[in-house]
């Protein structure tokens, strides 16, 4: 398929993400970066996956929590965000091919002992992975996300944000990310800019808001049923979610009955002061999580 590469050297300045930059082919034709950082033995594996329309950066207050104390934390790009390869066709971008591809990519690495990191498209999408990959997933640390099970309705936020997008396809992800998360720097608005030089690079991103289910046959809304009834009734693992209170599309409300249907979840960290992009917030709740999950370490 045709597809984009975003420059190198878009990324040569990155305020507190100088990272080795790894590629793997987990879809054929198309390269999928990631970030790798800690021992390969000894310590869990924090799989930390992203949202719209952001990229791993969004990781960057998190990693290094976790790889200091001897954990090893992989986050990769989605298709069509950061450094992975952008498909040009929009239509490429379904749920089943950012699905498969993390599949793959978990199976190429052979990555077990996993904490799924999630947040926004990241859980939508990470949520269903353990029901397939049972013996992998041993953990989930939750942010600001929900199941797209299109048997529940939307919620008004979340069809004003995806009015939004549509209505503006080129959209300025940096200074989208600024309006959101006030303390960003004029560098780190600039580094969610990075992997997008023009309009052409951004399919995924416009894709991702008409990608979530919204009735009962939509492409995903079925799977993810399946993944509710799993982490109802069939989750073994520990849970840990962190809530920015201040999302008006994926706040407390949705994070509540997200909860109710994951067996053995715990009361939440309530955030007071984090918004959607909760990651921003991130070194204190990747703290928590740590004491939640490794009590006597």
Same mark, same amino acid.
């Given at each position: *398929?045709?597809?984009?590469?975003?420059?190198?050297?878009?990324?040569?300045?990155?305020?507190?993400?100088?990272?080795?930059?790894?590629?793997?082919?987990?879809?054929?034709?198309?390269?999928?970066?990631?970030?790798?950082?800690?021992?390969?033995?000894?310590?869990?594996?924090?799989?930390?996956?992203?949202?719209?329309?952001?990229?791993?950066?969004?990781?960057?207050?998190?990693?290094?929590?976790?790889?200091?104390?001897?954990?090893?934390?992989?986050?990769?790009?989605?298709?069509?965000?950061?450094?992975?390869?952008?498909?040009?066709?929009?239509?490429?971008?379904?749920?089943?091919?950012?699905?498969?591809?993390?599949?793959?990519?978990?199976?190429?690495?052979?990555?077990?002992?996993?904490?799924?990191?999630?947040?926004?498209?990241?859980?939508?999408?990470?949520?269903?992975?353990?029901?397939?990959?049972?013996?992998?997933?041993?953990?989930?640390?939750? *942010?600001?996300?929900?199941?797209?099970?299109?048997?529940?309705?939307?919620?008004?936020?979340?069809?004003?944000?995806?009015?939004?997008?549509?209505?503006?396809?080129?959209?300025?992800?940096?200074?989208?990310?600024?309006?959101?998360?006030?303390?960003?720097?004029?560098?780190?608005?600039?580094?969610?800019?990075?992997?997008?030089?023009?309009?052409?690079?951004?399919?995924?991103?416009?894709?991702?808001?008409?990608?979530?289910?919204?009735?009962?046959?939509?492409?995903?809304?079925?799977?993810?049923?399946?993944?509710?009834?799993?982490?109802?009734?069939?989750?073994?693992?520990?849970?840990?979610?962190?809530?920015?209170?201040?999302?008006?599309?994926?706040?407390?409300?949705?994070?509540?009955?997200?909860?109710?249907?994951?067996?053995?979840?715990?009361?939440?960290?309530?955030?007071?002061?984090?918004?959607?992009?909760?990651?921003?917030?991130?070194?204190?709740?990747?703290?928590?999580?740590?004491?939640?999950?490794?009590?006597?370490?």
């Amino acid at each position: *398929m045709d597809f984009l590469r975003t420059p190198d050297e878009r990324f040569a300045q990155l305020p507190d993400y100088a990272y080795a930059p790894r590629y793997l082919d987990s879809t054929p034709g198309l390269r999928m970066h990631y970030v790798d950082e800690g021992p390969r033995d000894g310590g869990s594996v924090f799989l930390c996956l992203h949202g719209q329309p952001t990229w791993g950066y969004l990781y960057r207050k998190m990693v290094p929590v976790w790889v200091a104390a001897g954990h090893r934390v992989v986050v990769p790009d989605l298709y069509g965000f950061g450094r992975s390869d952008k498909p040009i066709d929009d239509a490429v971008y379904t749920f089943d091919f950012h699905r498969r591809s993390l599949i793959g990519f978990i199976e190429a690495l052979d990555l077990k002992d996993l904490c799924l990191v999630c947040q926004d498209w990241g859980g939508l999408l990470g949520l269903t992975l353990p029901m397939h990959l049972p013996d992998r997933f041993t953990r989930l640390l939750i *942010m600001n996300t929900t199941l797209g099970t299109g048997d529940v309705p939307l919620s008004e936020g979340f069809l004003q944000w995806r009015a939004w997008a549509n209505a503006h396809p080129d959209m300025e992800v940096g200074k989208l990310m600024g309006r959101a998360c006030r303390m960003l720097t004029p560098a780190e608005a600039d580094a969610y800019d990075a992997p997008f030089p023009s309009s052409a690079y951004k399919g995924g991103v416009r894709r991702f808001p008409n990608l979530v289910p919204d009735r009962p046959d939509a492409p995903g809304a079925a799977l993810s049923r399946d993944a509710r009834n799993f982490l109802r009734q069939q989750w073994q693992g520990t849970s840990f979610m962190a809530v920015g209170e201040r999302d008006p599309v994926l706040g407390p409300t949705v994070m509540a009955a997200l909860r109710a249907g994951i067996r053995g979840c715990p009361e939440p960290m309530a955030v007071p002061e984090g918004g959607h992009f909760l990651q921003e917030w991130g070194g204190p709740i990747a703290d928590a999580a740590l004491k939640h999950f490794f009590p006597h370490r």
